[in-house]
């Protein structure tokens, strides 16, 4: 019985862990969903509406992050983009990762150090699932650029 119970605890464990990873980049439109159902529910719009309109404003958050991110030339707005969506991860991850410490960890310096590798891993989850979209451009890959577009000639454009 101690047996089942250390493995069903240790799947649960890293079931929550991947859950964390997989979930990462939604921290940021979550957020934005739920300040603005709980808004549009406390002016009135009753609770099925607040639900439909914290989904739909999430749903744009994300795709409006994603679609600015692979759109955007400027490195500039990619890595701010990109950085409006890892902070709260980052925040979250932390918080999460701290709270997962305390079943194992006694020092408070430990804990402390696990969590803020926490952040950094799951805060670099989310930049990275949210760059993905984003192609590099001929000039930053640090290639020389070549022209590729040429003129295909046929068997009869030789023969004229």
Same mark, same amino acid.
């Given at each position: 019985? *101690?047996?089942? &119970?250390?493995?069903? %605890?240790?799947? &649960?464990?890293? @079931?929550?862990?991947?859950?964390? $990873?997989? @979930?990462?980049?939604?921290?940021?439109?979550?957020?934005?969903?739920? %300040?603005?159902?709980?808004?549009?529910?406390?002016?009135?719009?009753? /609770?099925?509406?607040? @639900?439909?309109?914290?989904?739909?404003?999430?749903? *744009?958050?994300?795709?409006?992050?994603?679609?600015? !991110?692979?759109?955007?030339?400027?490195?500039?707005?990619? !890595?701010?983009?990109?950085?409006?969506?890892?902070?709260?991860?980052? +925040? #979250? &991850?932390?918080?999460? /990762? $701290?709270?997962?410490?305390?079943?194992?960890?006694?020092?408070? #310096?430990?804990?402390?150090?696990?969590?803020? &590798? =926490? #952040?950094?891993? +799951?805060? =670099?989850?989310?930049?990275?699932?949210?760059?993905?979209?984003?192609?590099?451009?001929?000039?930053?890959?640090?290639?020389? /650029?070549? %022209?590729?577009?040429?003129? !295909? *000639?046929?068997?009869?454009?030789?023969?004229?």
């Amino acid at each position: 019985m *101690l047996a089942l &119970g250390l493995v069903l %605890n240790t799947l &649960g464990i890293g @079931l929550f862990c991947w859950a964390i $990873f997989a @979930l990462a980049v939604y921290a940021l439109p979550f957020f934005v969903a739920l %300040n603005v159902g709980m808004l549009a529910f406390g002016d009135g719009a009753g /609770v099925f509406g607040a @639900l439909l309109i914290g989904i739909a404003s999430g749903a *744009l958050t994300l795709a409006a992050g994603q679609v600015a !991110v692979a759109v955007s030339r400027s490195l500039t707005l990619r !890595v701010a983009i990109a950085a409006a969506f890892a902070v709260p991860t980052a +925040i #979250a &991850g932390y918080h999460v /990762v $701290f709270a997962l410490s305390q079943i194992g960890v006694p020092s408070l #310096a430990w804990r402390e150090a696990f969590a803020c &590798g =926490g #952040a950094v891993c +799951i805060g =670099g989850t989310a930049w990275t699932r949210l760059t993905v979209f984003a192609e590099t451009g001929p000039l930053e890959s640090g290639r020389v /650029v070549e %022209n590729i577009s040429r003129s !295909v *000639l046929t068997a009869t454009t030789h023969e004229r």
